[in-house]
């Protein structure tokens, strides 16, 4: 089975994720023997600085024909060898250039000579990572050099590459289709449009074509729906639609009703103000987070102020900017980069501090493009567990706000796992009917949510704008996991800080390639999906916050079909962050008004 990255859209596998001719100028090593990370240098290079022509094709091509022609001559250890490097510094070098001019296309989509750059290096990635498994997979079924490869790159890269068989025509059209139709709803995402209807016609039918290419697409790897495919093959799940179907009911009975009770909390509160515009700057905003991320552990601290000393991020709002908020790695330079349209709120300090959990994973993870495996639901513990631990730093950061940020912070965890479970539950009933019309999914995307409680159902019209739909399909699950592990965190930190702590580091250490129950078993958290799992995290965060929780009340029955009350649905849903839910400044402020 082909579950080797390169063969999904360069842009699904985005946020996953050595040196060769062209050498850093000057680098630090940091981590290593005594401390939780693994040693890795970095480059010292800040973005201006980096070249988006690093990948020299000509040297890629010469290595692949000369691992060709070495694999079927005895005692050519040496060379083989030397040839294998060159394939992995090459293939840092074509992601890393790939990733920087997706950097340059987000920051203005409708530049067109930008985005034509951006298109020929995601063809060009796909292309050579398809050359570069190919030629892998048969070096290492070579009766010389298999056993050879497999001590040198380790036995489960080895696997991967031995199961790989390529890439046929139909795949190929299949895939390009799909990063087309992508890129197409990322312009189309910044046009003005007349009405939500209008837009969700526009983006709406984009939609429709992505659910009919990636169903083809699952059945050429011998899957009935593309869902079944996603969660098996794209994001390196050990566990099953089954169980998440189990935990979506386990969320309804005993979280919704903690959502509701926390909204409002959250209302009562003052959550509104984390709307508000701040009075400092960005870059005072990033100053303020340096004392604290030293206080999480020193090693982040350390990472922090590299981040901060080569300006690895671009956070400012900007009319031109896409509208989301990632890190991405950069594997040439050994570094990772925030990029975030930002608000100029106080939410800007969640989402940079969200942010840079994954910064600091994969800033210290120390691994080739070619053995990049990214499970989601572990890296977004890194991010949002990140989140909660910052819980008695915020009254320091913002003075007067504390109180409000850590309401805040439990309600935008519980927002994560309500909505997610929702737009996971609409993306199976989509993808196992891939043959609804625009309206049918519309009405589809309003009945499921109305199906959580008393919560309000989502708009029918606006669900267009949730770019993970379009971008990362079933990506949105791993938020409601990792939120769930990242709850816990908070709850063993009120009892026991330094455990919380030490769990954490050990796994942001751990980086992405270590599945979720597995590493829910490794650090002592609760497996979600056992009955009762879930409970316990409602009881414990309606203590924390003093919330007394009425009676479950599970609504089985859709609800009639009506038009949005706007304000109160925006009330709900103002809670997602920028990089979940992708909210326009207009929406912002129509959540605000409610308030």
């Not at 449009?193 to 050429?220: C, F, H, K, M």
């Not at 515009?277 to 552990?297: A, F, N, T, Y």
């Not at 608000?343 to 940079?352: A, I, L, N, P, R």
């Not at 009639?560 to 979940?580: R, T």
Request: proline residues 3%; contains cysteine; hydrophobic residues 35%.
């Amino acid at each position: 089975m082909k579950n080797l990255r390169w063969i999904q859209s360069a842009a699904a596998c985005f946020l996953a994720l050595i040196l060769g001719a062209e050498q850093v100028s000057a680098a630090v090593t940091l981590g290593g023997e005594g401390t939780v990370y693994p040693e890795k240098e970095h480059a010292e290079v800040s973005l201006g600085e980096m070249s988006r022509e690093l990948f020299d094709q000509e040297a890629f091509d010469q290595a692949v024909e000369e691992l060709d022609e070495l694999s079927g001559r005895k005692g050519q250890e040496d060379q083989v060898l030397e040839q294998y490097q060159v394939i992995l510094e090459e293939t840092d070098r074509l992601y890393t250039q790939y990733v920087l001019l997706t950097l340059d296309y987000y920051r203005d989509v409708e530049n067109k000579e930008i985005a034509e750059k951006y298109e020929e290096s995601e063809k060009l990635l796909m292309e050579a990572g398809n050359t570069a498994a190919e030629t892998l997979s048969a070096l290492l079924d070579s009766r010389y050099y298999g056993q050879l490869l497999t001590e040198t790159m380790g036995e489960e890269n080895a696997g991967a590459f031995m199961a790989y068989d390529g890439i046929t025509m139909r795949e190929s059209i299949l895939t390009q289709r799909e990063m087309d139709l992508i890129r197409e709803y990322e312009e189309a995402l910044v046009q003005d449009y007349d009405s939500p209807r209008e837009e969700n016609q526009v983006l709406g039918e984009i939609y429709l074509e992505l659910v009919e290419v990636r169903t083809d697409l699952a059945e050429t790897q011998g899957y009935d729906n593309y869902a079944d495919y996603a969660y098996e093959q794209g994001y390196y799940r050990d566990y099953t639609v089954e169980d998440v179907e189990a935990l979506r009911q386990q969320v309804k009975e005993h979280l919704v009703p903690l959502y509701e009770a926390c909204l409002d909390c959250a209302l009562e509160n003052n959550v509104d103000a984390i709307y508000t515009g701040r009075q400092e700057d960005s870059g005072e905003m990033l100053e303020r987070l340096i004392v604290p991320m030293e206080k999480i552990h020193p090693e982040v601290g350390t990472a922090y102020k590299y981040f901060l000393s080569q300006e690895l991020y671009d956070i400012e709002p900007d009319e031109k900017k896409i509208d989301m908020g990632y890190t991405v790695e950069l594997p040439f330079y050994g570094d990772a980069y925030i990029y975030d349209s930002g608000s100029g709120t106080y939410e800007d300090y969640f989402t940079m501090i969200h942010e840079f959990g994954h910064f600091t994973s994969v800033f210290y993870e120390d691994n080739h493009y070619l053995y990049s495996v990214v499970n989601m639901d572990v890296s977004e513990i890194h991010s949002q567990g990140l989140e909660v631990l910052f819980w008695p730093y915020f009254e320091e950061i913002v003075p007067g706000m504390g109180r409000t940020m850590q309401i805040y912070t439990v309600y935008e965890m519980l927002t994560n796992i309500v909505f997610c479970c929702i737009y996971d539950e609409i993306e199976q009933e989509i993808y196992r009917n891939p043959d609804m019309t625009l309206e049918e999914l519309n009405r589809t995307v309003e009945e499921i949510s109305s199906g959580y409680g008393e919560i309000p159902p989502l708009d029918r019209y606006e669900w267009v704008e949730m770019t993970h739909l379009y971008q990362q399909p079933f990506y949105v699950i791993s938020y409601a996991t990792s939120a769930l592990a990242a709850l816990e965190l908070l709850e063993m930190a009120q009892e026991n800080r330094d455990q919380a702590l030490d769990a954490y580091m050990e796994i942001s250490a751990s980086g992405t390639g270590t599945a979720y129950c597995q590493v829910l078993e490794n650090t002592g958290l609760r497996n979600i999906f056992q009955e009762g799992a879930v409970k316990e995290t409602a009881e414990a965060m309606a203590g924390l916050l003093d919330l007394e929780l009425p009676e479950p009340e599970i609504s089985q029955t859709p609800a009639p079909e009506q038009e949005p009350q706007e304000k109160i649905l925006e009330s709900v849903l103002g809670g997602m962050s920028q990089w979940l839910s992708e909210l326009t400044e207009n929406r912002r402020q129509m959540l605000w008004d409610a308030l």
